[in-house]
């Protein structure tokens, strides 16, 4: 089974200051996609970014850039000019490409992120 | 934008009572899941459906049933409602295809007393 491993339970960065968030996840297939999800206190699960693990070009969405290791299974979130709404648990998430109806995804255990002014 | 309504957004209910909730999506996905989140150990699939009547068992299925009898309602089902159940309930859906997301609602926290 896959598992997405974080390794960092709370980070703190200061405003306007970079942050990288660590993911790694543990699989056999070389085909899957890879999320990363943000949880601000109102609950509401927002998607900030996704991989395809068949592009080498990492991802990139504003101030969200990840750093994506196929051979470490590596899939780390990098914040630029950390906002205090960037404040949020983090949640990596992994979904392999099975070509068929199956799209459940396989979360971690997430990262809560402070922002401090 | 796809819109995820849970019913309830907080909910009490007693040990052993029959307890049910509701997940409806606006954008006729075809998949739909139902997810619990608990402090350390993230997100855990319970249950999920590709279609109408279709379902499959999640990675922590026990003590829990759903039920999807139109496209749009996606109901998951606590028989017999245990303490252990106290938990944030997040239902999301999805269209499919390849590295399509998922959409969530905002999550049901239940307490079971």
């Known amino acids: 089974a896959q598992t997405v491993t974080q390794s960092q339970p709370e980070m703190s960065v200061q405003e306007a200051e970079t942050v990288t968030l660590s993911c790694t996840y543990d699989?056999?297939?070389?085909?899957?996609?890879l999320f990363w999800y943000k949880q601000p206190p109102s609950r509401q699960m927002i998607l900030v970014i996704r991989q395809e693990a068949y592009k080498q070009q990492n991802a990139t969405e504003n101030r969200f850039s990840v750093n994506f290791q196929k051979a470490a299974k590596s899939f780390s979130l990098k914040i630029s000019d950390s906002q205090l709404g960037d404040a949020a648990m983090y949640f990596c998430?992994?979904?392999?490409?099975?070509?068929?109806?199956?799209?459940?995804?396989?979360f971690g255990k997430g990262t809560l992120l402070t922002v401090n002014p | 934008d796809v819109k995820v309504t849970q019913s309830s957004r907080y909910l009490v209910k007693r040990t052993g009572e029959k307890v049910f909730l509701e997940c409806v999506q606006d954008m006729d996905h075809e998949n739909m899941f139902w997810y619990r989140q608990d402090p350390g150990l993230g997100l855990r699939l319970i249950y999920f459906s590709y279609d109408v009547k279709m379902k499959e068992k999640g990675d922590i299925p026990e003590g829990y049933s759903v039920s999807r009898e139109k496209k749009e309602r996606f109901s998951l089902i606590l028989e017999s409602a245990s303490t252990n159940q106290t938990s944030m309930y997040l239902c999301a859906t999805t269209i499919g295809g390849r590295s399509s997301p998922l959409h969530f609602g905002n999550g049901t926290r239940l307490t079971v007393t």
């Open positions: 699989t056999s297939e070389s085909d899957y996609y």
């Open positions: 998430a992994y979904r392999l490409d099975s070509g068929g109806s199956n799209y459940k995804l396989t």
